[in-house]
T-cell receptor, first 116, second 118 residues
């Protein structure tokens, strides 16, 4: 079974600064997918960024980028130029691929607060 | 495009009572998921439907939880009888079938139904 660990329960950052959220995972799979989801207070969870394990290049989406270290089973999220709207719970998630369809294994989450 | 709709948003019940949650996925999404999110934890998959068939219900406590997806569209999740530990947010999500060159499609989540069991 896969496990996903987020070791930072809470993080805070000043507006316009950069913050990095950590995630590690454990799996015996070789082809899999990793995701970061954002869950604002009382709002629905939305996909921030995804990474396919077979791609060596780190994914980037505007101010969001990942540092994917496959050998170390590490998948961190970097948010540049933080904005107040980035305040949310962030979840790292794993998908085993194959016939697992959409079954995601989530980490415990990191609460990010962006201060003005 | 309308998102995933869920109701009710909030529900408070006494233990041993029953409760039902409803989900309407995004139009055309063949796959529907129910996740349970206990406070302070990440969501956990309870059940996954492909059209109106169950793909995975391995983590569904079948002695008290049931779910159905009639006609491959709307879905209901029922808990009977509820226990204190069922207090959680129940998230519904849906996705298209993966494109031919991908093995997973993006999941779209609803706002969730928050259950408090007293």
């Amino acid at each position: 079974a896969q496990t996903v660990t987020q070791s930072q329960p809470e993080m805070s950052v000043q507006e316009a600064e950069t913050v990095t959220l950590s995630c590690t995972y454990d799996t015996s799979e070789n082809n899999y997918y990793l995701f970061w989801y954002k869950q604002p207070p009382s709002r629905q969870m939305i996909l921030v960024i995804r990474q396919e394990a077979y791609k060596q290049q780190n994914a980037t989406e505007n101010r969001f980028s990942v540092n994917f270290q496959k050998a170390a089973k590490s998948f961190s999220l970097k948010i540049s130029d933080s904005q107040l709207g980035d305040t949310a719970m962030y979840f790292c998630a794993f998908h085993a691929g194959g016939t697992s369809y959409g079954k995601l294994t989530f980490g415990q989450g990191t609460i990010l607060t962006v201060h003005p | 495009e309308a998102g995933v709709a869920q109701s009710p948003r909030y529900k408070i019940i006494e233990k041993r009572q029953s409760v039902a949650f409803w989900c309407n996925p995004i139009s055309g999404h063949a796959t529907l998921y129910w996740y349970q999110q206990i406070l302070g934890q990440g969501p956990k998959l309870l059940i996954q439907f492909q059209n109106n068939g169950v793909v995975d219900d391995s983590q569904l406590p079948k002695d008290r939880f049931s779910a159905e997806r009639l006609k491959g569209v709307d879905s209901t999740l029922k808990i009977q009888p509820a226990k204190l530990e069922d207090s959680a947010v129940y998230l519904c999500a849906s996705s298209l079938s993966p494109p031919p060159d991908e093995r997973i499609a993006e999941l779209f989540f609803g706002e969730g139904s928050r259950l408090t069991v007293l």
